[in-house]
């Protein structure tokens, strides 16, 4: 019978790798025996990642919402490889706002990162996936991708289309052999909060990541998130749910007194 640690996947791409819930599968991918390339948009952070984990680790310097530029990169990896094993389409941004605040700069950087990256690599992926008929394609939306973020709209909406989006050609690529996951984390602590909620004020001053480690002691970590993430591509989960409860957070945070 297959277990999940049968699960191990030769050559895998991880887009947003150099940092939180990307750095996390990565190094879980890794500890598989997967050759990782960490591909993001900050060179510096994704050399130094790579470097840490040592062996069977390369960066790669890429803006995910470039298609040509994510397609060269997968083309890359191919060619230099063979083969392609995991996609992992997880960079993306925390672009919040009550609609009134909102201007169309912050749709287009959510839409460009957040949804038309994961195309990108979607559609750079796709056709190699397909011609081995093997492989996983797995795309970080967030919980905020199946019930409402409060003030972040343009997330909400970028990754509510992520989910609709795996979860359709899920069902297309399954008779191609290319296995579609989605990834919906509530609050995980990594940098990627202190972006959340831009307007200083919206929590007393307090950053959402401090209130968060409040409510919640026992805060998500990306590391736990991955491991998650990589358990639910090994046995094939359509969406893989994680700290399904935080939502509750949500909520709660708007209530909470200023903290120091
Ligand atoms: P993070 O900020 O730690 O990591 C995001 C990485 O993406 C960074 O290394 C950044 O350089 C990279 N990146 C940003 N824009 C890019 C671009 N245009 N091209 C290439 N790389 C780019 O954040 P994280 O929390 O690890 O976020 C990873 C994913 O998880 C995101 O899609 C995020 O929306 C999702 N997520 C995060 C949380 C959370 O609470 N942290 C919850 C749910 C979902």
Redesign the pocket.
């Known amino acids: 019978m297959f277990s999940r640690n049968d699960f191990r996947p030769k050559v895998s791409i991880v ?10 599968i990565a190094r879980e991918l890794h500890r598989r025996g997967s050759h990782v390339v960490l ?4 060179e510096v ?2 050399k130094s990642a790579a470097d840490d984990l040592g062996a069977r680790a390369s960066a790669a ?6 298609a040509e530029a994510v397609r060269a990169l997968v083309d890359s990896v191919v060619a230099e490889h063979g083969r392609l094993d995991v996609m992992v ?6 672009v919040g706002g009550l609609l009134e605040e909102l201007d169309q700069r912050h749709w287009d950087k959510a839409l ?3 949804l038309r ?2 195309i990108n690599g979607v559609m750079a992926a796709y056709p190699h996936l397909t011609r081995q008929g093997s492989g996983h394609i797995l795309n ?6 199946l019930i409402p973020a409060p003030a972040m709209l343009p ?1 909400t909406t970028t ?1 509510h289309a ?1 989910v609709g989006l795996s979860t359709a050609l899920r069902a297309e690529a399954a008779s191609l052999g290319v296995k579609v996951s989605v ?14 909620y831009a307007a200083p004020d919206s929590f007393g001053g307090s950053s959402v990541r401090n209130r ?1 480690r409040l409510l919640q002691p026992k805060f ?1 970590t ?1 590391e736990l ?1 991955a491991q998650r993430a990589v358990d639910g591509l090994a046995s094939n989960k359509a969406v893989i749910p ?2 399904v409860f ?1 939502h509750m957070t949500w909520r709660a945070l708007r209530y909470l007194p200023p903290v120091a």
């Open positions: 887009t947003g790798g150099a940092s939180g819930i990307g750095l996390e591909a993001d948009l900050d952070k994704a310097q890429v803006d995910v919402s470039d389409n997880n960079a993306g941004v925390a460009d990162v957040n990256g994961v970080t939306a967030s919980l905020a991708g997330y990754k992520v990834l919906c984390p509530g609050f995980v602590d990594t940098p990627l909060l202190d972006e959340v968060v998500l990306p998130t994680v700290g935080a």
